[in-house]
């Protein structure tokens, strides 16, 4: 497993709880929300703002159920558990319409490239017009991302190979609203992303160090309160919120 | 007739013939043909395109195994600790499998428009993304109105091949929890295979009313208990990483025949 960026801090919290408290905080007036595949920390996020912030959030994914209560949570997103106690039926396709036609609020979207103009790359690494690597492919993002009237980026790593001034290839572009990283939180601003907060274990230097577009100053995100951390921690007793960093 | 379909799995992988377009039922890890895939690659089928949305295991090993020569999908991947579907990828870098890259939503698109009985489909605008140039897909005017529309070819898969939990004998499918895209590629597809978990003298009114898959255009049906292994099948199994890291183990050894061999059906 690498190093959880703020697990050297001794804060009591690290890089996985502050970002599903950060992005639930995010969907405080959010009505709609959709959590697609490899998606664990969004999954979190949803659990914990229906919990503390928007007990009126509808949560829509993969499995079909519309705003499932699921009793525990599974290691894979797109698990049937994750469909339990569902109010009714929305299959993905649907959920596709959904979105296409305007009505879906808040996606969650992550790439393996993030640029400044907040485009992704989940398809490929070009060299010289060449295929280097291989990815996984988009799956919902190019009709998702320009479609959702908003789309919550996360990666679970922030590097300059992640956080990069052009894509290499464009998966996927549209109505970014924030992005959330293990250093800091982004927001789109005229020149693209800037920053808007830096988390406390991480310094302005090591974020520009880490991104490979340049941000200005910003203040430190305010850290989770006791009440966020233990109905996070009710949520998910076994820890899959670190699975993206392993 | 009754009875008639219900055959075995050699008999029914023996259908699918090297060049044939495969549409696979489940999603991921869930309700997937798995050991249709597994007889696939023993029978050494060549040249076939896979068509899914979200895949890995079975696309994976028909990789590996050369029997896939493209893939159709929006995503293939393992989860979590397993991460990226290594044989999909080397073979995709090596380019013995074209990967023709699609968004989930257009690999649904173009099942739609074969299941409708059209041509293409109009589909939102992917704006901003390549996906539609590096498929060719194409605009046409608007016929009702201003601009252009984005448009995605029809893709007839030759077989819809879907694991589900019940059939009977005449072919009729039940499908229990999610459905993801498999009544969509039974409509759509020339033809169906069914492997399932459970074979129904008679259904009751439940499974009637979730027997979305009529057996009139069912071709085979196997019954084929753990046919979904690795993968889950609620309520009959659920996934097994220990199976996965066995599968992902061998293989990345160069012992793919041997894993064949063992792990039956």
Redesign the interface.
């Known amino acids: 497993m690498r190093k959880i960026p703020g697990a050297g801090a001794r804060l009591g919290y690290a890089a996985p709880e502050l970002m599903v408290v950060v992005m639930a905080r995010l969907l405080s007036d959010a009505t709609t929300v959709f959590t697609g595949?490899?998606s664990?920390l969004p999954v979190l996020a949803v659990l914990l703002a229906r919990r503390l912030y928007n007990p009126d959030l509808v949560w829509l994914n993969?499995?079909?159920r519309v705003n499932p209560a699921p009793s525990r949570i599974p290691?894979?997103?797109?698990?049937?558990a994750l469909?339990e106690g569902g109010e009714a039926s929305l299959?993905?396709?649907e959920i596709?319409d959904l979105?296409?036609r305007g009505e879906l609020d808040v996606a969650f979207l992550s790439g393996v490239q993030v640029d400044r103009t907040g485009?992704i790359n989940?398809?490929?690494i070009e060299e010289g017009g060449q295929?280097?690597?291989?990815?996984?492919?988009?799956?919902?993002?190019?009709?998702i991302?320009?479609?959702a009237r908003r789309t919550l980026l996360w990666r679970a790593k922030h590097d300059t190979r992640s956080l990069v001034e052009r894509v290499s290839?464009?998966?996927?572009?549209?109505n970014i609203y924030r992005l959330v990283t293990p250093l800091a939180l982004f927001r789109p601003g005229k020149e693209g992303l800037e920053l808007e907060s830096i988390h406390p274990w991480a310094s302005l230097e090591e974020v520009r160090a880490a991104t490979g577009f340049p941000v200005g100053e910003a203040p430190t995100t305010p850290p989770p309160r006791p009440e966020e951390l233990r109905v996070l921690r009710e949520i998910d007793p076994e820890k899959l919120r670190e699975?993206e960093f392993? | 007739m009754a009875g008639k379909k219900l055959v075995s799995l050699d008999e029914a992988a023996s259908l699918v013939k090297d060049g044939d377009t495969l549409a696979l039922g489940g999603n991921l890890l869930y309700r997937i043909p798995a050991a249709f895939a597994r007889e696939l690659a023993r029978q050494g089928r060549r040249g076939l395109r896979l068509v899914k949305t979200a895949g890995n295991y079975e696309i994976d090993l028909l990789s590996r195994s050369g029997s896939a020569s493209s893939v159709v999908a929006g995503f293939v991947s393992f989860e979590a600790e397993f991460g990226l579907a290594p044989g999909f990828r080397r073979a995709v870098e090596e380019g013995r499998v074209s990967f023709e890259e699609n968004a989930c939503y257009t690999v649904i698109a173009g099942l739609r428009a074969a299941a409708y009985g059209v041509p293409f489909m109009p589909v939102a605008e992917l704006a901003g993304s390549r996906v539609p140039a590096d498929r060719g897909f194409r605009r046409v005017p608007n016929p009702y109105g201003e601009g252009e529309v984005l448009t995605v070819p029809a893709l007839i898969p030759d077989w819809a091949v879907l694991h589900v939990q019940k059939a009977d004998l005449r072919g009729n499918g039940v499908i229990h929890g999610p459905l993801f895209e498999d009544v969509l590629m039974a409509r759509a597809a020339r033809s169906v295979i069914l492997t399932a978990e459970e074979i129904l003298e008679e259904m009751d009114e439940g499974e009637l009313d979730r027997a979305l898959i009529p057996g009139f255009k069912v071709a085979a049906v196997v019954h084929l208990p753990g046919g979904g292994r690795p993968g889950a099948c609620p309520p009959y199994y659920e996934y097994s990483p220990v199976e996965v890291a066995e599968y992902l183990y061998a293989a990345e050894r160069g012992e793919l025949a041997a894993y064949l061999e063992k792990v039956r059906p």
Not at chain 1, 75 to 80: A, G, I, K, L, Y
Not at chain 1, 131 to 143: C, I, R
Not at chain 1, 169 to 174: H, I
């Open positions: 595949v490899a664990y993969i499995p079909g290691r894979s997103t797109v698990h049937p469909a299959t993905l396709a596709f979105s296409a485009a989940l398809s490929r295929l280097k690597v291989q990815l996984t492919g988009g799956a919902g993002s190019a009709l991302y320009p479609t290839v464009a998966t996927a572009a549209g699975i392993s």
